[in-house]
């Protein structure tokens, strides 16, 4: 949509708010898709819902792409927003649910790979079809996207289903045949399994190729919402405090706004022509790229802390930089000054790569591990709806926003909420790596049947952000 609304405002003849909610309303559609995703993943179980996802967006890739007017635009865009909400989830809960503690960073870093690898292909089809007709040309960067859609349902189908999810059903006989096939010995994955089915609250001496999973009393979705929403212990509301915070300051940081509007803030910066617009935009989109396939391998080495510390640092330098330079050049609209152009580019580029080798892909890595098995779908559904939320927001009044205060001042507003970012993560994230998902809890002060742990004042110093912030002694 970056480069294609370059085209669909000259074809449509639309305002510049109608091409800021067009751009920005994909994201507020998805929040309907990450909140039924928990739901539906809990309910048919990860690898359907994965191709339940991919339908909506073949359906909204075709819709957008035989859109004869912004109405059927938007119903496109509608149809694919709820695929993206359902996709945001089910990929990093899967992955983080079938991978083992030791590279389970570097797989569920996966989905923001892939992210960062449509992203780009997004702005190469941008640039490939520009060529086009102008009736023609929009219509074909957004069609196109129906063809990853079939790729994901055909190859998702082929996949095993995750064994957390399976022993949450009672079908130990399946999870355990899964376990065997991903673990290194059948003792390692007996030993998960065990883990697994503590997690899940079914008991040691419970076996057998399919068991009846005990319920707790007052519903099993209502008691969820329960323990980790309307009355969480101590403990869990550390854990959904530290994952909201990745969440929100992921969007709020300005990330949404630098991918969707990097034609704009090119051409704000001095680079004109639709070519060297979108051309800038693909060489955004390759660095955004390589950095984070570097991001990957640095997960399970580095930690998850380390690079979300560094990269949020980066990215404070990167907008000021970004800022700064925009600033100068709307300050001498008649003059062109080679430095300022060339500051705002180096610190795109550099906004970008920051951002992918901490920010991008550890949310999704992060936030799968620190929630229990029984809070985890709904968990993360409920943090991804805030960062879609956030994200639509920051899209629909980028325009709006940058009108009022300047694109400079904006770039500068996003770099002290990153400022607030940063003290954030480095007072309320604990280290991750390296643990099982069912030792996470330990590190909130939870036990691994997800009790409160009566000597876990370690923990609690550990992760106590709020008593951090204000100064205070845990």
Not at 150 to 166: D, I, N, Q
Request: hydrophobic share 50%; aromatic share 10%; charged share 15%.
């Amino acid at each position: 949509m970056s480069g294609a609304s370059l085209y669909i405002q000259k074809d449509l003849e639309i305002t510049d708010v109608q091409v800021e909610i067009l751009m920005g309303i994909l994201s507020i559609y998805s929040i309907i898709g990450t909140l039924a995703a928990g739901r539906t993943s809990d309910w048919i179980g990860r690898r359907f819902t994965a191709i339940f996802a991919a339908f909506f967006f073949f359906a909204g890739a075709m819709l957008m792409g035989f859109a004869s007017g912004y109405t059927m635009l938007m119903l496109g865009r509608f149809v694919a927003g709820i695929g993206v909400g359902y996709a945001i989830v089910i990929a990093p809960v899967y992955t983080a649910e079938i991978a083992p503690a030791s590279a389970r960073g570097f797989l569920v870093s996966f989905t923001e790979v892939f992210i960062n690898i449509g992203i780009l292909l997004g702005y190469v089809s941008n640039y490939a079809f520009a060529g086009l007709p102008l009736h023609l040309g929009w219509r074909f960067m957004l069609g196109i996207g129906a063809v990853p859609s079939v790729v994901l349902a055909l190859l998702v189908s082929g996949m095993p289903e995750s064994p957390r999810w399976l022993v949450m059903k009672g079908r130990l006989a399946d999870a355990r045949v899964v376990l065997e096939k991903i673990t290194d010995t059948p003792e390692e994955a007996e030993e998960r399994l065990a883990d697994i089915k503590t997690a899940a609250g079914i008991p040691n001496d419970l076996d057998g190729d399919v068991v009846v999973v005990p319920r707790k009393r007052g519903g099993e979705e209502k008691q969820v919402w329960r323990e980790l929403i309307l009355s969480p212990t101590p403990s869990m509301r550390r854990i959904l405090v530290a994952a909201l915070g990745v969440f929100l300051f992921q969007q709020l940081t300005g990330s949404d706004s630098v991918v969707l509007y990097s034609p704009r803030v090119f051409e704000s910066a001095g680079i004109t022509g639709d070519h060297q617009l979108l051309a800038a935009t693909c060489a955004m989109g390759v660095v955004k790229t390589l950095v984070i396939l570097v991001a990957m391998f640095l997960l399970d080495r580095v930690g998850r802390r380390p690079l979300l510390l560094c990269s949020t640092g980066g990215i404070i330098v990167s907008l000021v930089g970004l800022a700064t330079g925009l600033t100068v050049v709307d300050q001498n609209p008649d003059a062109r000054i080679p430095w300022a152009v060339g500051l705002c580019v180096a610190s795109v580029l550099a906004y970008v790569s920051f951002f992918s080798i901490g920010l991008g892909p550890v949310l999704g890595v992060y936030t799968t591990e620190i929630f229990p098995l029984r809070v985890r779908a709904l968990g993360f559904a409920v943090g991804e709806a805030g960062n879609r939320l956030v994200s639509g927001a920051m899209s629909m009044t980028f325009l709006s926003l940058s009108s009022a205060i300047t694109l400079g001042g904006t770039f500068f507003l996003y770099a002290g909420i990153a400022v607030l970012a940063w003290v954030f993560f480095f007072t309320c994230l604990p280290e991750t790596r390296g643990r099982t998902l069912e030792e996470m809890g330990s590190l909130f002060g939870m036990t691994d049947t997800g009790a409160e742990a009566e000597d876990a004042a370690p923990a609690t110093q550990d992760a106590s952000c709020t008593a951090r912030l204000l100064g205070a002694s845990p």
